[in-house]
């Protein structure tokens, strides 16, 4: 079975910095797509950053380039989003999906919040 344990939320004050870790089990892990959703209350879940496994290009949303950055762990199967200069509106509860092109997969996932 694939499964993705998501790990590394907490509260942070303004400014300072969180990792959240996703590692996967049950793929291959050369072969597909991650990538880091965050659903904040009220609000519409939004994809953050992503990363492809085969090369490691990576994307990010506007509001969070620059002080987020996701990177993979090839031995450890593990997919990381460092987030420093967190901010309030940061606050929210962050996925980690997997894209193979035929299935997508969600982990659990783990509060942020980031008190102001």
């Known amino acids: 079975d694939v499964q993705l344990q998501a790990s590394g939320g907490g509260l942070v004050q303004a400014g300072g910095s969180l990792r959240v870790s996703c590692e996967v089990s049950?793929?291959?892990?050369?072969?597909?797509?991650a990538a880091w959703f965050r659903q904040a209350p009220g609000k519409k879940r939004e994809g953050i950053a992503g990363i492809r496994m085969r090369d490691g290009r990576t994307y990010y949303l506007d509001s969070v380039k620059g002080r987020f950055t996701i990177s993979k762990n090839n031995a450890k199967k593990t997919v990381y989003l460092q987030m420093n200069s967190l901010e309030p509106r940061d606050t929210a509860v962050y996925y980690c999906?997997?894209?193979?092109?035929?299935?997508?997969?969600w982990g659990q996932g783990t509060q942020v919040t980031v008190s102001s």
């Open positions: 999906n997997v894209d193979t092109g035929s299935r997508n997969y």
């Open positions: 049950g793929l291959p892990f050369d072969d597909f797509a």
